[in-house]
Every structure is written in C-alpha cells, then in structure tokens.
C-alpha cells in the first residue's frame, strides 16, 4: 500500500513537472520581477529622468540615483524630518513620498544656494554655529526655508511650530531659532534693498 502510494506521488511529481507548473504550488515568478518606470523628475532646477520602481521613496531616488546625499535617512517613516525636501516649495518627508507621486519640482538641501550665495539661512546658520553632529541640519534648514518663504518674520511660536517635526538629537534647536531670526532680517533686509 506505502510503495503503491509512493509510485503515485512519482507520477505526480513526473506529471506535474512535463505540464511545467500548477498554477497553485507554482510561485508566481512575475510577481518576483521588479517593476521598472522611467520618470521626469526636476531637481534643483536639472530636468532628469530615472528608471526606478514607482513605490521607490524619493529619498532613494535622491541619494542613491542621483547621488544627493545632502538629505538624510533617520526614521524611514516621517516622524524625524531628517529627509525634508521642497516639492514645490512645500516640505515633505522624502522617506514616505514615492517617485511616482512627486508632482512637482524638487529642491534639496544642495539646490538651497544660488551657486555661491548662500541662502540667508546657510549664512544665519554659520553665523551662530547652528550644527552639532550636522545630522539633522538639512532637514532643520529645509523646514525653515519653507516657513521663511511663507512668513518673513517669524515669531518664536511660528519657528516651534514649523520645525517641531525635525528632531535634534544634539538639542540645537535654541541656536535653529535664533538663525531662523537672524535669516528672517536678513530676507527681510534684501528685500528692503530691492
Ligand atoms: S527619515 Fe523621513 S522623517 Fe525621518
Ligand atoms: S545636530 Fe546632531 S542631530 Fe541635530
């Protein structure tokens, strides 16, 4: 009975392998095939193109593709704020947003500066010696020039607010504050002077 039972199941398996599949205990392997698109992307003013999957976080898109290491990983799911960029001039957390949802133009921590002049907030940043470990300064910095670009004269409440999701782990924020006033008069100074 146990051998007329194990010649079947041979039969089985020599059947099952000529037919090349069952469509139930066979993997499908298409599933396995990672799904490539091309998208139009611009950054930092470059128009650009990448051949990536469509759930692929920009963030990967940025550092790994195109190379912008500028913009940090820290959490992986928008609690940190390590990887703010602008879409738009809004801030969004790259770690969460996929390639195939970004609708408009990127700008990084790398594209802050107009070549050799630095944004008011690189500067007010030197000058009260913002960073620690620098980890979540790009972030810090994104964050606040989407707040400047709505708000030129920020009050100390509307600085809190902004960046209370960036996350310090050196505890800069007293001297982000301070900068972000010190970039706030210089703006508003530009502008004063045309
Ligand atoms: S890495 Fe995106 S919010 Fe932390
Ligand atoms: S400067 Fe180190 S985490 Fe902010």
């Known amino acids: 009975m146990v051998s007329l039972l194990i010649v079947s199941t041979a039969v089985l398996v020599q059947e099952l392998q000529k037919k090349g599949a069952c469509e139930h205990c066979q993997p499908d392997k298409s599933a396995w095939v990672e799904v490539m698109n091309k998208y139009k992307l611009t950054v930092n003013g470059n128009a650009l193109e990448v051949d990536v999957a469509p759930d ?18 820290g959490c992986g799911i928008a609690q940190c704020g390590a990887c703010t960029v602008h879409i738009d001039g809004v801030a969004v957390r790259s770690c969460v947003l996929p390639v195939s949802a970004v609708s408009g133009p990127v700008t990084t921590i790398e594209g802050l500066a107009q070549g050799d002049d630095l944004h008011p907030l690189q500067s007010a940043w030197i000058e009260h010696d913002v960073p620690q470990c620098g980890y979540c300064q790009a972030g810090q910095i994104m964050s606040a020039a989407a707040l400047l670009s709505n708000n030129s004269q920020p009050s100390d409440d509307d600085i809190d607010q902004a960046l209370e999701g960036n996350y310090c782990r050196c505890g800069t924020y007293v001297r982000i504050r301070k900068a972000v006033h010190t ?10 002077n045309g």
Do not use: H, Q
């Open 56 to 73: 692929m976080p920009l963030l990967w898109v940025l550092r790994d593709k195109l190379k912008l290491t500028g913009t940090k990983f």
């Open 183 to 192: 970039a706030a008069s210089f703006y508003n100074a530009d502008k004063r």
